[in-house]
């Protein structure tokens, strides 16, 4: 297949709905979206639980619910969209490698490639937590794809490692359907959840979160028998002496999520402090056609933002394929580019760098902090001037952040070689 | 007097609100930051609704066997475990609807269960 104005999305999840959405609605006609699984929506399928949507559609819906919309759209638009199709390589000149039962092995030379292939769980291998290895231990994403899918109970006593979102809302789930859930443990001071999940999921049903804990040991031979949790002093290492034992016969692990790299890593696309590649402000990567957004760049809390950035990443290919078919090459060389610096308590920002010339009128420069911080100022310099002074009564981890650059305040200070955004006691 | 304690769900502060009671009526509010606390805390103390999502088996479906669903509104914290128990056993066959009614009125609730996604049949 040869196709040199085509953009293909590699994943047909909330983002690749949505910049193939988006690709479509800013002009680009060719379109080609490639599913891994035997339906589009991606992890949506499988998060049966309400609170999705509330910035978009201004209400709460289910994740097949919000997925089901974009499907939708993406069919009447008619967009193409091949399911069961794996791709297995990305070359850096854009020739995508994918196969399928149907098409057998199959090229695709992309004038412009998304790549949208969200995050992979950190499994239980990357915890080094002692003990033996028996049956029960789960990521909680596999848990509740065994539930909400395919309609098995993964356990019926259960002990989460981990309070990211995806364990609090198994912990709900496992107690709805009946089985007990002792105690979520979390290694942090504080919940990587949103509030509301800690809430509604662990309080409603009154499950024990503990905080500054974790599992120290895995007990039984054939299936779990019970797990050992223990405190955490302030140097992240178990306190020796504090260890309890809780039986149960299942251990969900809901320990973070890392953004699945091996396409973009073949690519020879670089990655950066989010985990993902580095994007510059069209979430376009180190190659120039090669985009990315959604969960591969960085892991977001909410999927509102995913469409909203995957939306954009697709506006910004259909403008490159726009420009291929005109004959014009990537002009980048010379082009100024400023760089943005995350600092004192930012991790990481999206984008990582800005071309002035070619930004939109506002940007969103979207960040994660490291810690919980009360009572702090966001802050924004260009160069060494401060523009941005934003006092928040609270800023956590498990929360994304964001902050607005104008084109304008960059234009008109031409030396400004940095962007950095901080936080400040005062 | 009945003191309550709860943890308000509208921002990552979550901030820790003290409702006290009198005769089942609220005497004050305290520890909330903003208004949205207060009001969060008055409905949450008299008369707390859910939204409730599980799932039902389907039949004939070109995919899974599990079709989601979800009560179309909130109901009553209290009467979760008996929606849970009304979904159990429940079958139904493919081809259904995102919005398809599943069980009329719920448990008395006045709120249906509705299909929160579409599957086709499995021809």
Known sequence: ?426 | MEKKELTCIGCPLGCQITVTLENDSIVSVAGNTCPRGETYARKEVTAPERVVTSTVTVLDSSLDTCLPVKTDGTIPKGKIFSCMQALKGITVKAPVRTGDVIIENVCGTGVDIIATKTVEQNL
């Open chain 1, 1 to 426: 297949m040869r196709s040199e104005n085509t953009i293909v999305i590699i994943g047909g999840g909330p983002a690749g709905l949505a910049a193939a959405i988006s690709a479509k609605k800013n002009g680009a006609e060719n379109i080609l979206i490639l599913e891994r699984d035997r339906e589009l929506g991606g992890i949506l399928n499988q998060c049966i639980h309400n609170g999705f949507g509330l910035h978009t559609f201004k209400e709460e819906l289910t994740g097949p619910e919000y997925a089901g919309r974009f499907i939708e759209e993406v069919k009447a638009l008619g967009i193409p969209y091949k399911l069961n199709t794996m791709v297995l390589d990305i070359s850096p000149d854009k020739t995508v490698t994918a196969m399928n039962s149907e098409d057998g092995l199959f090229e695709i030379k992309a004038g412009a490639v998304i790549l949208c292939m969200g995050c992979r769980e950190r499994p239980r291998g990357a915890l080094s937590i002692p003990g033996t290895r028996p049956s029960g231990i789960y990521s909680a994403g596999t848990a509740q794809r065994l539930m909400n899918r395919e309609g098995f109970m993964p356990g019926k006593i259960v002990v989460i490692l981990g309070s990211g979102d995806i364990g609090l809302i198994m912990a709900r789930r496992l107690t709805l359907e009946g089985a007990e859930v002792k105690a979520v443990a979390e290694l942090m001071p504080y919940s990587g959840g949103l509030k509301r999940n800690i809430v509604q999921c662990l309080d409603d049903y009154g499950i024990p979160l503990l905080l500054s804990h974790t599992v120290t040991d895995i007990r039984g031979k054939d299936r779990v028998e019970s797990v050992v949790i223990s405190e955490v002093g302030p140097d992240g290492s178990p306190v020796p002496g504090t260890g309890k034992e809780y039986e149960c016969d299942t251990l969900l692990l809901s320990v973070g999520l890392l953004p699945e790299n091996e396409l973009s890593k073949a690519a020879g696309v670089k990655l950066g402090s989010t985990g993902g590649p580095v994007v510059n402000e069209s979430l376009e990567t180190g190659i120039p056609g090669v985009f990315a957004c959604g969960n591969v760049l960085h892991v977001h809390d909410l999927v509102d933002y995913v469409s909203e950035e995957a939306a954009n990443a697709g506006r910004h290919a259909a403008k490159y394929v726009e420009g291929l078919s005109r004959g014009e090459a990537a002009k980048t060389a010379g082009q100024r580019t400023v760089d943005v610096v995350p600092e004192n308590g930012v991790r990481y920002t999206v984008p990582v760098t800005v071309r002035p010339d070619r930004m939109d009128e506002e940007l969103t420069i979207r960040f994660r902090v490291a810690n919980v911080y009360k009572n702090i100022f966001v802050s924004v310099y260009l160069g060494e001037e401060r523009v941005q002074h934003r006092k928040r009564p609270v800023v956590a981890p498990g929360e994304m952040e964001q902050v607005t650059i104008k084109r304008q305040d960059l234009l008109d200070r031409p030396d400004v070689k940095k962007i950095t955004i901080r936080l400040e006691e005062e």
